[in-house]
């Protein structure tokens, strides 16, 4: 590895590896003590199996019902497995050719007798590790295969199985990284615990299973993050017309007679259950340390989308306000979120002082308002 001249070294080791395995295990066949060989192999390629294809069986339901999950799971690893090598070389994976590429094999497979085949982790890891840096590596690879599956096949009948599990191991160990592991459970606890599941499953139980594991905590964490959104309350920067989070910025001050959120997520069915909780928990600490509350206003930058349940929660929280004698402001909506709203004829309901294109141009409309109103009085 530090002398670039010697690549073939580690190239040439898994071979090397190999048939001096196979030719320690043949000298010494009558005293392997229980070392398990591969055994016999026949020769020849697969038979086609077009013709054992049948669309009209009984068992047609459950063989569809098992090709989608035996899909999703040969995609979800073929896609972490090419990624994995593409973040280690630095070159771009495409996951819609990946789709292709791995649904026309199995597609051409399944004509041919084969088994349902993905990108191959330890396959792809001796490659790697063997110094391939082109997809000519594939053809040469795929030519080895052909040759051996038509002529040297009888020759691997006492290739230890050891030794085999020994090169993938010996690839695969150099693309264990526990320092990125470490950053994982500084920055996300949930992002850690699917690296931790899939390291465990695909380790002790086999690759489908580790990634199902994965996927289960990815797809807990996208619910968790949908269904529970931030909702921070804002305060203004000194000399400024900014409005960040009071808990994140120490310097930030509350406005007298508003309270200001801001709401981190697109507001779904799913969620806004629990952002209506969340505004009334913040209008009791508000009571508690501002007085003469008068305001809500709503930043709705972070806002990418909204469904119905969202406008209808909107609807049901300015009603909720106004028998409090408090006015809701919505301050910055998207583009798709101003399109629903006057779609659904929302908008009108919230009138000119009760929509602005930011959070400081409310509170300064709102202030100058009530400034001229009791100058009047």
């Known amino acids: 590895m530090k002398n670039p001249k010697l690549f073939w070294v580690s190239a040439a080791a898994p071979l090397t590896s190999v048939i001096a395995a196979t030719l320690a295990s043949f000298m010494f066949s009558s005293k392997l003590h229980g070392v398990k060989i591969i055994g016999h192999l026949p020769k020849g390629l697969n038979p086609p199996s077009m013709d054992m294809l049948l669309f009209s069986s ?30 280690l070389a630095n070159y771009p994976v495409d996951g819609n050719k990946e789709m292709m590429a791995i649904g026309a094999m199995n597609m051409v497979g399944s004509c041919t007798s084969c088994y349902v085949t993905t990108g191959s982790f330890s396959r792809s890891a001796v490659n790697y590790n063997a110094g391939a840096k ?18 040297l096949m009888p020759l691997f009948h006492y290739t230890p199985e050891v030794i085999l599990a020994a090169i993938i191991i010996t690839a695969v160990i150099g693309l264990i990284d526990y320092r990125a592991a470490g950053r994982l459970w500084k920055v996300d606890k949930l992002d850690f615990a699917a690296c931790l599941c899939s390291f465990v499953g695909v380790v002790f139980v086999s690759v489908p299973v580790g990634l199902s594991v994965a996927v289960g905590v990815s797809m807990f964490k996208v619910l968790l993050h949908v269904t529970r959104p931030n909702a921070v309350v804002l305060g203004n920067l000194p000399g400024t017309q900014i409005y960040q989070s009071v808990q994140r910025y120490g310097e930030a001050e509350r406005v007298a007679s508003f309270l ?21 928990e913040e209008l009791i600490e508000a009571n508690k340390e501002t007085a003469g509350l008068k305001y809500v206003v709503v930043d709705m930058t972070a806002v990418s989308a909204i469904d119905t349940s969202g406008i209808e929660l909107l609807c049901e929280l300015r009603k909720t306000l106004e028998g409090r004698s408090l006015q809701l402001v919505l301050a910055n909506p998207g583009g798709t979120v101003m399109e629903k709203l006057h779609l659904s004829k929302s908008l009108q309901l919230f009138g000119s002082n009760g929509l602005f294109i930011s959070v400081g ?17």
Do not use: C, D, Q, W
């Open 58 to 87: 009984s068992h047609l339901a459950v063989a569809i019902k098992t090709g989608i999950v035996t899909g999703i799971l040969s995609l979800t690893e073929g896609i972490a497995v090419g990624t994995t090598f593409a973040s």
């Open 361 to 377: 141009e409310a509170v300064a409309h709102i202030s100058s308002l009530s400034k001229a109103h009791r100058e009047v009085i």
């Open 260 to 280: 200001i959120v801001a709401v981190e997520s697109p507001i779904y069915f799913a969620n806004s259950t629990y952002i209506k909780e969340r505004e009334e």
């Open 134 to 151: 082109t997809a000519v590596s594939n053809t040469v690879m795929a030519a080895a295969v052909l040759v051996t599956l038509l002529f």
